[in-house]
């Protein structure tokens, strides 16, 4: 028969509690009110957070906002040049058709003298509407003109 000393102490272990995680005189109010202060103490600091999270999202939405105005300001400006470039040329256009058309009207006329003074000296009857009808309107060197 086995005698009482054979017990195996192996398996019995005994089980060591700490006594500073033991609440001795633990009062429960205080334990609350501690916990409510913690709790509001996280709740502002997650507060804080969101508030510096919001102001940084607003400040690059106003730069998003102020960029795009930018940019627009920049094409409307590229456009107003673009508009009085087109004018310009559309002006400098105009300016040397009617430089042509005077220059021609002035060569119209020294062709006119110049044809009724070759017809002056040869002693002849001779318009420049005969000139004109026998040309059909353009010019010719009739006369030596």
């Known amino acids: ?84 470039e087109e004018e310009r040329k559309r002006k400098e256009e105009e300016e040397w058709v009617a430089k042509e058309k005077a220059l021609e009207e002035s060569w119209r006329q020294q062709l006119k003298v110049s044809c009724h003074c070759s017809c002056f000296l040869v002693g002849t009857d001779f318009s420049f509407a005969d000139v004109e009808t026998k040309t059909g309107g353009e010019e010719s060197s009739v006369g030596g003109c």
């Open 1 to 84: 028969m086995p005698s009482s000393q054979n017990i195996d102490t192996r398996t019995v272990t005994p089980t060591v509690i700490n006594p500073e995680l033991v609440p001795v005189d633990s009062n429960l109010e205080e334990d609350l009110e501690e916990i409510q202060h913690e709790v509001v103490a996280e709740q502002a600091r997650i507060e804080e957070a969101t508030r510096a999270k919001i102001a940084a999202a607003h400040k690059r939405i106003e730069k998003k906002c102020w960029e795009r105005k930018a940019e627009e300001a920049r094409k409307a400006e590229e456009v107003r040049k673009a508009e009085e």
